[in-house]
């Protein structure tokens, strides 16, 4: 079984500032990694993924995350934040092993973090 | 516009009536999905589907019915509905090649 926490369910910054939201994660099996945003009203938008090699991934929209196996988290981070970041974001695992090609879309998410940016 | 696309994209819908929610998608992927998203609790899986002709359950399957009788069609039948599947439900798919999951824009079901 998996399970993944965020640990701020709200996060209200201000625009230009830089902004971390903490995902950590528990998994008796090798797990991918995922950050999704979805903005108000809409379905759930990919921004990045770990799924092997280099420990620092580069998503969309200048964020990017850095997978520390020993501490079981996957933090997402952005140096400068816009307003046009303001939306809410889920960290979410899933099981490497998973059959018929299940292991990117059969998903445990995180409770969400809502990212407020203000002017 | 390739995709997913859900119907209807808000309902409300009587106590113990029935209702399928539509899911179609467009990309010719293998696996799909039927999430549940509620305040507080993020998106939870209810299930999903490896191939066609194959369904299994996720995570908070109970109240909840799917078919897969091709590759592009997963719809989730709520056979007798109660006001705890009031929820935003959201239907995804995903393939080898792709490695990621791909959303629809989801359907707001009240059950009042």
């Known amino acids: 079984a998996q399970s993944v926490t965020q640990l701020d369910s709200q996060v209200p910054v201000f625009e230009e500032a830089p902004v971390e939201l903490r995902c950590n994660y528990s998994?008796?099996?090798?797990?991918?990694l995922f950050w999704y945003v979805q903005y108000p009203n809409q379905g759930l938008q990919l921004l990045l993924k770990?799924?092997?090699?280099?420990?620092l991934v580069k998503g969309i929209n200048g964020f990017e995350a850095e997978f520390n196996k020993s501490q079981t988290s996957f933090h997402l981070r952005k140096p400068s934040v816009h307003i046009s970041d303001t939306a809410e974001y889920f960290c979410?695992?899933?099981?490497?092993?998973?059959?018929?090609?299940?292991?990117?879309?059969?998903?445990?998410f995180g409770q969400g973090t809502i990212l407020t940016v203000h002017p | 516009i390739a995709g997913i696309t859900q119907a209807p994209t808000s309902q409300i819908l009587a106590a113990g009536r029935r209702m399928t929610l539509r899911c179609t998608q467009d990309?010719?992927?293998?696996?799909m999905y039927w999430y549940r998203q509620d305040l507080g609790l993020g998106l939870r899986l209810i299930h999903y589907?490896?191939?066609?002709?194959?369904?299994g359950k996720g995570e908070v399957p109970d109240g909840y019915s799917v078919s897969r009788a091709n590759t592009d069609d997963f719809p989730l039948t709520l056979a007798s509905a109660v006001p705890s599947q009031t929820s935003v439900y959201f239907c995804?798919?995903?393939?080898?090649?792709?490695?990621?999951?791909?959303f629809g824009q989801g359907t707001r079901l009240t059950v009042v």
């Open positions: 770990y799924l092997s090699g280099s420990t």
């Open positions: 995804a798919s995903s393939s080898t090649a792709n490695t990621e999951a791909f």
């Open positions: 589907s490896n191939t066609a002709g194959t369904t």
């Open positions: 979410a695992v899933s099981d490497r092993a998973n059959a018929g090609g299940t292991s990117y879309g059969k998903l445990t």
């Open positions: 998994s008796s099996v090798s797990v991918y």
């Open positions: 990309m010719r992927h293998n696996a």
